[in-house]
């Protein structure tokens, strides 16, 4: 069921409406002070606004994942010694532990034009990491490591960020191509053989499903492993990383508040929403959709491998420094590696405000509460977006929650 947005709620601080992006990022140094002005935004100010009809939420079903064994009643691990057969980055048990004897693999995911959704195999990946790319738009980076899906996508080409965070989760990044400048500041930091960009001769692993558009490439994990493991200076083939940092307990932190709904809004007319189910202990997720005239709409949001509405057990919002490099807004270095600030989690029908922390650019972003202990999640997939150090946080109805992107 569609349901319409008050428009009185869009707020849309130093963003435009959204434009496709087709070109790609350039990079410059990081300077010291984004850190500093990172640091001064950790504990940024969560403000109330008048309260708004509340919006009803429709049931949906939940997307399979057969690879996964559901987790046990009252279990908790990490961050560190997971047991072997356990998923460090779902706190899962896998079904076959070999699987994790190889590096992520992580996939560029297109999330405009909207004529590219639904996406293939999100519900699939460990982690989805969701990002600003500019004037108004997003784009996703999804994480397989304890199991793989046969068709995700479709794949756009990467980023500046893309360096830095397969970096610290020691993958191999699949995508399309990028801006010659990006592309080479990617080659820089993880190699060549670490580095797939779709083409002919990359099928199985990258493949296009008809005619070449920009929405018509897709890839199959599994086959990238498969791909990488042929690559010249390829290394760590059949061997487990050091993916410690995360941790996981079926029973909910302490100190939280309700967040039965959060959005992530990047602009006007770019929605992600997420609804907890109670019985599943998943958010759901939807997204907008517009119509000729202009009018938003949220809709849910499948995965066209399954037919079924994407489910997450933890959404993750973290604050990091987004610095502009051009004029028009489609080109930003963000400070996420080597780095702390203030991040949320709904998980459980709660929102827990704590930290993100990364210190070295070879291993996973950890959550701590305010006191600096281990924020657990949830045991099962997790939904991270990056928004800007001046994003606006407010608590539309009691437990409704939104983010709106903003930018130094």
């Known amino acids: 069921m569609d349901i319409r947005i008050n428009k009185r709620w869009l707020v849309l601080p130093l963003v435009g409406l959204f434009v496709v992006l087709g070109g790609c990022q350039n990079a410059q140094a990081q300077e010291q002070s984004a850190q500093q002005t990172m640091q001064a935004a950790v504990y940024q100010t969560l403000t109330a606004v008048p309260t708004n009809t509340a919006i009803p939420t429709p ?25 072997a057969n356990v998923d460090p980055l779902t706190g899962l048990t896998v079904s076959d532990p070999t699987i994790m004897n190889r590096r992520p693999i992580m996939i560029k995911v297109s999330n405009y034009p909207r004529t590219g959704r639904p996406h293939a195999g999100l519900s699939f990946a460990d982690i989805v990491f969701d ?25 756009r080409s990467g980023r500046l960020i893309d360096r830095f965070l397969v970096s610290e989760y020691q993958g191999v990044l699949g995508l399309e191509y990028a801006y010659a400048p ?91 929403n997420w609804r907890f189910d109670p019985t599943t202990k998943k958010y759901l997720h939807w997204t907008e959709d517009e119509d000729a005239s202009g009018n938003v709409t949220l809709v849910p949001l499948t995965d066209r491998d399954t037919g079924q509405q994407l489910a997450f ?5 973290v604050f990091a ?10 080109l930003h270095e963000v400070t996420i590696s080597g780095a702390t600030g203030r991040a949320i989690l709904f998980r459980d029908g709660q929102m827990y405000d704590g930290l993100w922390k990364n210190t070295n650019v070879t291993m996973p972003i950890q959550f701590f509460t305010k006191d600096n202990q281990p924020l657990e999640l949830q045991p099962g997939n997790t939904w991270i977006s990056i928004s800007g150090l001046n994003s606006l946080v407010t608590e539309d109805q009691p437990g409704v929650w939104r983010v709106v992107f903003g930018k130094p």
Do not use: H, W
């Open 182 to 272: 990006v592309y080479e500041k990617i080659l820089d930091m993880l190699g060549y053989a670490r580095v797939i960009s779709g083409s002919e001769q990359t099928c199985p692993a990258i493949c296009s499903d008809g005619p070449y558009t920009v929405l018509s490439n897709f890839a199959n994990t599994a086959e990238v492993t498969k791909l990488y493991a042929t690559r010249a200076g390829a290394t760590d083939i059949n061997t487990k990383p050091n993916l410690d940092g995360m941790a996981f307990n079926t029973t909910p932190p302490a100190n939280g508040v309700p967040g039965t709904e959060f959005t992530m809004q990047f602009s006007r007319a770019n929605l992600g």
């Open 313 to 317: 057990s933890n959404v993750i919002v």
């Open 59 to 83: 049931t949906a079903t939940l997307p399979p994942t057969p690879t996964e064994t559901p987790a046990p009643i009252n279990i908790q691990v990490g961050p560190t010694n997971f047991p």
């Open 131 to 155: 990002y600003y790319t500019g004037e108004g738009g997003n784009r996703f980076l999804a994480l397989y490591y304890g199991q793989d899906s046969t068709k995700v996508g479709p794949i």
């Open 321 to 330: 420094n987004y610095e502009t490099l051009n004029g028009d807004d489609t």
